[in-house]
């Protein structure tokens, strides 16, 4: 099976906590990569998950300094430096495992036992139904090919390719920023999910999977997350995120609740 990595940053450990046990009841023990500082979050996962500090990943430091540096630069295109040094990691963890292939998870969603048993056992690429015209810009730029369908779904396959292996330096990562998407003003960015799937569509099969990005509008709140509903909720979709950063209003849980009900993905 492919290893399975859980890329997780401070405010997401506590649902990765709820995903690791969920995987382990399957049989399933993940790699978690996580701040150094959040140590104290290691015994909340499943006993046997294996956990690596994202700062002891090659390159990891210089990129977060380079990000801080040019914090201002991003803010003009509404990006962080956490978004991207979120996305080098996964890239670097890539790299240091060197295996033909990893399944690399954000760690504020969960997927379902039927969804990861089949990708894991048989690499394949997730889509969804969205597009995304900025990451395929930058996709054209690097001269790949734009999937059809969206491979932003919060998870999936990533190959040893020599273009993710260079962009899983630090000179690699930062000439996309300087070469590309600075210069763009946003035009272009960055998807580390939308160019494995672009290296990779003429190679694994594809499917599309039903997600429910919502799924913290359904939940009172993010450091209770109430692990039977997840696992009910899994039984209905492919995937359910667990997100910090979207908006809560009365008017919003109303409509979370009503796409839930009638199973819609929102």
């Known amino acids: 099976m492919l290893p399975l990595v859980i890329c997780a940053g401070p405010r997401a450990l506590p649902t990765t906590a709820v995903a690791s046990h969920y995987y382990a009841a399957d049989g399933i023990l993940p790699i978690v990569v996580r701040p150094a500082a959040c140590t104290d979050h290691d015994s909340d996962f499943a006993a046997g998950t294996r956990c690596i500090d994202d700062e002891a990943l090659d390159g990891v430091e210089e990129v977060s300094a380079y990000l801080r540096a040019h914090r201002d630069r991003l803010a003009s295109f509404n990006r962080a430096p956490g978004w991207f040094l979120q996305q080098f990691i996964k890239l670097s963890a890539v790299a240091t495992l060197n295996t033909d292939y990893v399944f690399i998870v954000d760690g504020d969603t969960i997927f379902s036992h039927r969804l990861l048993r089949d990708v894991l056992t048989q690499p394949l690429i997730l889509t969804t139904g969205e597009r995304y015209e900025n990451y395929d810009r930058l996709l054209i730029a690097l001269g790949l090919t734009p999937p059809e369908l969206s491979c932003v779904a919060n ?32 035009m272009l960015d960055f998807s580390e999910y939308q160019i494995t799937g672009s290296l990779l569509q003429s190679r694994l099969a594809m499917r599309r999977i039903k997600m429910f990005r919502r799924f913290d509008l359904l939940i009172h709140g993010l450091d209770d997350i109430p692990a039977g509903f997840v696992e009910r909720a899994l039984r209905r979709y492919d995937a359910v995120a667990i997100e910090a950063n979207h908006l809560r209003s009365p008017a919003r849980r109303i409509a979370a609740r009503i796409f839930y009900g009638i199973g819609r993905s929102w």
């Open 155 to 186: 998870g999936n396959v990533f190959p040893s390719d020599s273009l993710l292996r260079r962009l899983a330096t630090p000179e690699g990562f930062v000439s996309i920023l300087e070469d590309h998407i600075f210069p763009s003003n946003g």
